[in-house]
């Protein structure tokens, strides 16, 4: 029998973990939320654009391109675009059952599966984690995953006159592409100060060699700002976002290590988008719902083959631990190749599981190298807004918090509502968590991991219509 | 002064540590987690009447509603709590449904509940985003629903401000006892002496019981609810199909799923609610969920197209009579429970607390306790040990 | 707020009309429906509780900032669904005495 491994995510992960179970020789059924493969860092063009060069815009592009065929067009792999995961549902026992909605963003009417896979592998990728700061609700301010999304996914540019901000190496392709694209970049501000960043990336040189590659492509990066004119400054953030009905200046400050602010540093200048990040959350709300161990509370668990704490159940990428897409690959690849059965100690996992360990040890630096300073709360104010949805005050949080008779996570969320909203804590779930430490609960618990209209709910699930391989290899 | 150890900060816990401390007692809430986070949060803060047929309950019910607006007046955040008395409407859908729901209605209307029966057009005025066909509705004027946590949380932070000592993260272990009578707890938290302890802990009840070495039959019965995404008004009353009230008196281990449709001032729609036994299995189960839509959908088809955002789970404390347990331990002197509510317990928190009090203080409560007494068989089951 | 000119990609644009709140507004087949809001000058379109202005945020369907109607189906996300020629697009608001 041949063994049936579910990809849920078709970014590097996802698409490394379903290249990795068909070489085991097992069938794939690969499943994305988008209606095309890549996830957030190879975000294709839409096909009706007709792009004669996409490549261009993406580092990297030719081996996603090999990729991606040998994945989509292989006779075992089924791929499901447009598919979206609602839930993972636990049986009493054997490997959790995914549940699919199949159709378009959102749409009405659309068809509910259920797959009963022999293994499953979680590659659902990470957002843009960001920090509150007054006036981040107003239109104009964006995540810098967005910014980068439209100007990759539909050639959109954010805005003419930009500031980019906040912390991590995710700051500088988003610069190169809004560069490209034609727009004024006004300054790209890491929060972390010079020796912060310095000592991060000074430490264990030796590794470097190893990961020249993303080195080089940040180097890259940073040679293209200096071209450009454009500053790249560190320990200087932007505090808050003014406009009337959207942006139309930022504040920005000198920022100690620890984050707090430096009086009397503020400057503000005029700009009509602003895009600012922080780090990137991980999507754990599936492999919370298969019952995965977290470590530390934040990301899941897993071995050094990929399998986390459930038999059957993988994982790989961002939920693992933020490493960036080389990581991301060749964890996929690793998962997938366990999941579909293939041999720990065979040659090509040996030599994955090096190469994902050099990818590691890179983002490791970088990760040093840009902390959240614990500081930051500093830039609030009690009417800040911290969750979107709701906009639960700053204030508000405080005190409910800070009374002991209503400081649990359930109290709170509902006596306040943050992170009952429609995004259901994505965006204020770990910064109320790290507000409120005392409160307990798990901001990922997200049972319905993505919304399903009521008709969809009542109607009946088509059974596991995964293909029969064997089927489709001998019809070929 | 009297030393009471109350066990659970949920609601139960904190209408009684809030009227034992207002009686003079000095009061020390022992929480195993944090406020109202188990099967207070995960209920729908339903104050009602009319699911409840006429026996002690339902006068329990009348209590507690007389007693709400009192405690909610003596608040300094009444607003907080959402207390809104938006009444209930229960439907019924087939003919032998709307036999039955008449019936039950005038039984409650012989014992003084407000209950009036809805023509089409007046159901539709009430609710104008609802099915048309319906063969009975009846109106309950004095169905109300709190925000749970904060109506808890709210009675809690009365009873501290009153004197009394909240410990959370701390669970109790064991009993102290001294001539047959318990002295105090064991928790993970040190020993906390006591004349006397409440044990209010919910589902959680039978294990605190068994803990404290008595027996006390309460089980967790497992219960779902869904949330559609923020919508302009649409749902005006607590609605729910006629079948509700059969699931709530059965005692079948299956699942058991009936449409109690409301919103919440956030714009929510809740949908409730599943009865299931499951132990304390939380896993959410899509299929229970599935069912659950469906049956909403019965009730306001024009709701298909909306989003669910959030499915939430919760146990509730399950006795086979359907009837709360509150009094005197029979065995060990001084123990004394307030649990077994099963979904009722929100609503019938406030009359519980002052029946509790009234009988650790020797007085007469204004309702007849003997049917809720800890005793009684569906309680103490003959020959099943602790 | 703007298409790439002249796009070193090699697009072709192939145009397509939508309505936003009965109004015509035009875009290019392959555009998310935020897409073609956005390019065409719109900043924000649905309001928060207190009546403030929201748009495009995480751009990637994770914050439900940009929800909008789509030819009556409420609550998609505006980032994450492709246009179609004529869609019929109504903005959403959850500010009292607003509430769409």
Not at chain 1, 384 to 406: H, I
Not at chain 2, 26 to 32: D, G
């Amino acid at each position: 029998m041949t063994r049936r491994v579910v990809v849920v995510g078709a970014g590097p992960a996802g698409l490394g973990a379903a290249a990795g179970a068909l070489r085991a020789g097992a069938a794939v059924t690969l499943l994305d939320a988008a209606e095309n493969p890549g996830g957030q860092y190879h975000r294709m063009l839409p096909g009706a654009f007709a792009a004669a060069d996409p490549g261009r815009l993406h580092h990297g592009w030719r081996g996603f391109e090999r990729l991606r065929d040998h994945v989509l067009g292989h006779a075992r792999c089924d791929w499901w675009p447009e598919s979206a995961v609602w839930a993972v549902e636990r049986p009493d026992r054997g490997v959790p059952h995914v549940h699919v909605l199949r159709g378009e963003a959102d749409g009405a009417g659309r068809a509910r599966h259920v797959l009963v896979p022999d293994a499953l592998v979680l590659a659902p990728g990470a957002h843009d984690r960001v920090l509150p700061f007054p006036g981040w609700e107003l239109p104009g301010v964006h995540t810098a995953g967005a910014a980068q999304a439209l100007v990759k996914g539909e050639r959109l540019v954010i805005g003419d006159s930009v500031l980019i901000a906040g912390t991590g190496p995710f700051l500088l392709p988003v610069a190169a592409s809004l560069l490209d694209a034609g727009a004024a970049v006004h300054g790209v501000l890491e929060a972390n100060t010079a020796s912060t960043v310095a000592r991060g990336w000074g430490r264990r040189p030796w590794e470097l060699p190893a990961e020249s590659g993303k080195a080089g492509e940040l180097a890259g990066y940073l040679g293209l700002l200096a071209r450009r004119r454009v500053p790249y400054r560190t320990g200087r953030a932007v505090v808050e976002a003014r406009g009337d009905g959207r942006v139309e200046e930022a504040v920005t400050a000198r920022l100690r290590p620890d984050w707090s602010v430096v009086p009397g540093t503020e400057r503000t200048i005029a700009v009509d988008a602003l895009c600012v990040t922080h780090g990137f959350s991980p999507r754990l709300e599936l492999p919370v719902a298969a019952g995965c161990a977290l470590r530390d509370g934040a990301f899941t668990e897993v071995d050094a083959d990929q399998r986390t704490s459930v038999p059957g159940v993988h994982a790989a990428g961002e939920i693992t631990g933020i490493a960036g897409a080389q990581a991301a690959r060749t964890e996929g690849l690793l998962a997938g190749w366990i999941a579909g059965g293939g041999a720990p100690d065979a040659p090509e996992a040996v030599r994955t599981r090096r190469s994902r360990d050099r990818a590691r040890a890179f983002a490791a630096r970088l990760a040093a190298a840009h902390p959240i300073g614990a500081a930051w709360p500093g830039w609030l104010r009690p009417e800040t807004v911290v969750c979107r949805c709701e906009e639960t005050t700053y204030g508000a949080l405080l005190s409910a918090g800070g009374d002991p008779s209503r400081n649990s996570a359930h109290a709170v969320r509902l006596g306040t509502r943050a992170g009952l909203g429609p995004c259901q804590g994505r965006i204020c779930g770990p910064t109320v968590a790290e507000l409120l430490p005392d409160a307990g609960g798990n901001p990922h618990h997200r049972p319905v991991a993505q919304p399903i209209r009521l008709g969809e709910l009542a109607q009946p699930p088509v059974e596991n219509p995964i293909e029969n391989t064997d089927r489709k290899e001998s019809a070929r | 002064m009297t030393r009471v150890v109350v066990l659970g900060a949920g609601i139960v816990g904190a209408a009684c540590a809030r009227e034992l401390t207002a009686a003079g007692c000095a009061v020390t809430v022992v929480e195993r987690a944090r406020p109202a986070a188990a099967t207070t949060a995960h209920g729908e803060g339903n104050i009602l009447v009319s699911d409840k047929e006429p026996g002690p309950e339902l006068e329990l019910a009348r209590l507690s509603l007389r007693l709400w607006p009192r405690l909610l007046e003596a608040l300094p955040d009444p607003e907080a709590v959402e207390w809104e008395a938006k009444g209930g409407i229960v439907v019924a859908t087939t003919p032998e449904g709307a036999a039955a729901l008449r019936a039950f209605a005038a039984g409650q209307r012989a014992a003084g509940i407000t209950a009036a029966e809805l023509d089409a057009a007046a159901f539709a005025d009430a609710e104008p985003h609802a099915v048309k066909d319906v063969a009975a509705a009846v109106h309950y004027p004095e169905d109300a629903q709190v925000q749970p946590a904060a109506a808890a949380t709210a009675l809690l932070g009365a009873a501290v401000r009153a004197g009394a000592v909240l410990r959370t993260g701390c669970e109790v272990t064991g009993a102290v006892t001294r001539k047959g009578r318990i002295t105090g707890v064991r928790t993970t938290g040190g020993t906390v002496g006591a004349d006397a302890v409440v044990n209010a802990a919910g589902p959680w009840s039978g294990e605190v019981a068994a803990r404290l070495g008595v027996r006390l039959d309460v089980r967790p019965r497992r219960g779902e609810v869904l949330v559609t995404a923020p919508l302009p008004p649409t749902v005006f009353h607590k609605v729910y199909d006629a079948d509700y009230v059969g699931a709530v008196g059965s005692g079948e281990a299956g699942l058991q799923a009936s449409a109690v449709v409301e919103s919440t001032r956030a714009g929510t729609v809740l949908i409730g609610s599943t009865r299931r036994r499951a132990g304390f299995n939380d896993r959410i189960r899509p299929g229970v969920l599935s069912v659950l839509a469906a049956r909403a959908l019965r009730l306001f088809p024009s709701l298909a197209g909306v989003p669910v955002m959030r499915a939430y789970g919760g146990f509730r404390p399950y006795v086979a009579d359907h009837l709360p347990v509150i009094g005197p331990d029979p065995e060990l002197a001084g123990l004394w429970h307030a649990t077994g509510h099963e979904g009722a317990g929100i609503g019938l928190s406030a009359g519980t607390a002052a029946v509790l009090r009234d009988l650790m203080l020797g007085r007469e409560p204004e309702i007849d306790a003997a049917p809720f007494r800890v005793d009684r068989p569906a309680v103490r089951p003959e020959g099943r040990a602790a | 707020m703007r298409l790439v000119d002249d796009d070193p990609a090699g697009r072709r644009d192939v145009p397509l009309r939508i309505t936003v709140d009965g109004e015509p507004v035009a875009g290019i087949t392959g555009q998310t429906i935020a897409g073609v809001l956005l390019a065409s000058g719109h900043r924000a379109w649905r309001t928060g509780p207190s009546g403030a202005p929201r748009g495009v945020f995480c751009g990637i369907g994770v914050c439900f900032d940009c929800l909008v109607t789509v030819n009556g189906v409420r609550d998609v996300r505006a980032c994450a669904r492709r246009a179609h020629e004529g869609d019929t697009v109504t903005t959403q608001s959850r500010a009292q005495g607003d509430l769409r």
